[in-house]
């Protein structure tokens, strides 16, 4: 296409046609070397989108006439305009230059335009390339996916510029490294839980900064129990069972003792649920409450159980905890940092000095 828009009214036509005749030459016909030098046109011009272009032409005082064209359109003879575009103005027209201005450049813009001069009754003819560059573009991608461990996707983005961008896809992972695609499409077959998270599509082409879109992907699996552990608690003692499951989506709990299953509001034992974890806590363990208890986790794609005990512990006795304070007192420190004399005698004294107390706490106990 390129700048256009010449009145298309007989007289302007035929003064169109006396132009061309006038000059003998068809537009567009490039200046040979044997050529005189001028005119002569730019090389050529590159522009982004939206900015202005000017096209100049260097001219001498031999020449009696000058023209500007794009295609078969003139768009200036002289200080006349002839194209309707009000994008397109004359910049100089003097006896050493003659250019233009296009403005707000655009992509229909880019093409050959050509400056047409008449010189001791030779005319001659140059041009000048326009090239019309464009920023990057995503014009389409795909959506937001959820697909279940194992399957296949294809992910799709689609972008636009002049040159052509570069389409790059990157998983967006603490784990992943470097690029997963550099093509329009990202193809994964037997997709795993670690291939969820974002896909990032980037189209560059260094017009402008990179255009960035991203997909979510969520891997759906069943849930895998990764902690539960068994526990021992003294009677009359607050318990707590946990279990930790990792599930997409999340696992849903529930509790058994035996076959009983055990909810929440129940006296004495409180069921408490997130999206990662369960926990069955006891206020005040009694004898029926030791024993086994069962953590079922289960989503929409399967359940996994694990068995926990509750277990009796013996509550430390007083002359339990008096014979773990003299162990403690007569041991002595051997952790980082401890400094220890090489005197035999002084330790056994500051050893017997630290007993002391605790031998007169203990009888007094025992009365």
């Known amino acids: 296409m390129g700048v256009g828009g010449c ?10 046609l006396c132009l061309r005749l006038l ?9 040979r070397s044997g050529d005189a030098t001028f005119p002569k046109a730019m090389d050529n011009v590159t522009v982004r989108q939206g900015e202005s272009a000017t096209l100049r032409c260097s001219v001498d005082n031999r020449v009696t006439r ?15 305009k002839w194209c309707l575009d009000p994008r397109v103005v004359l910049m100089s027209n ?33 041009r000048v390339h326009l090239i019309v560059q ?41 784990k992943a490294v470097g690029f997963v695609s550099e093509d329009e499409y990202l193809e994964i077959t037997g997709i795993t839980r670690e291939q969820s998270g974002e896909y990032e599509c980037s189209a560059s082409n260094d017009v402008a900064a990179p255009v960035v879109r991203r997909v979510k992907v969520t891997v759906n ?46 006296k004495g034992v409180k069921v408490e649920s997130k999206a990662f974890f369960s926990r069955l806590t006891f206020f005040n363990v009694s004898e029926q409450d030791y024993g086994n208890y069962t953590c079922v986790a289960s989503n929409k794609l399967g359940n996994t159980n ?15 905890l008096f014979q773990e304070e003299t162990t403690t007192a007569l041991t002595p420190w051997k952790g980082p940092g401890a400094v220890h004399d090489g005197n035999n005698g002084t330790s056994r004294r500051a050893g017997c000095i630290g007993l002391l107390p605790l031998l007169l706490l203990h009888l007094l106990l025992k009365f």
Do not use: M
Not at 7 to 16: A, G, H, K, Y
Not at 307 to 319: D, G, H, K, M
């Open 134 to 174: 464009v920023s990057p573009k995503i014009v389409e991608i795909s959506s937001d996916i959820s697909i279940n461990e194992g399957g296949n996707i294809s992910l799709t983005c689609i972008a636009t510029g002049r040159p052509d961008p570069t389409i790059t896809w990157r998983h967006i992972s603490p």
């Open 306 to 320: 694990v068995s926990i005990i509750l277990y009796e512990i013996s509550e430390p006795t007083s002359s339990t």
């Open 94 to 126: 003097t006896k050493t230059e003659y250019s233009i201005q296009i403005r707000d450049v655009d992509v229909y813009d880019e093409g050959p335009y050509t400056c047409s001069v008449q010189t001791d009754n030779h005319p001659k003819t140059s």
């Open 66 to 80: 000058v023209a500007w064209l794009n295609r078969s359109s003139i768009l200036y003879a002289g200080n006349d």
């Open 23 to 31: 000059f003998l030459v068809p537009a567009g016909v490039p200046v």
């Open 221 to 266: 699996y069943p849930p895998y129990i990764s902690d539960a552990k068994s526990t021992g608690v003294p009677v009359g003692q607050k318990g707590i069972l946990q279990c930790e499951a990792s599930a997409v989506p999340a696992a849903e709990f529930q509790w058994y003792k035996d076959d009983k299953r055990l909810v929440e509001g129940q």
């Open 7 to 16: 009145l298309v009214v007989p007289w302007r036509c035929l003064v169109v």
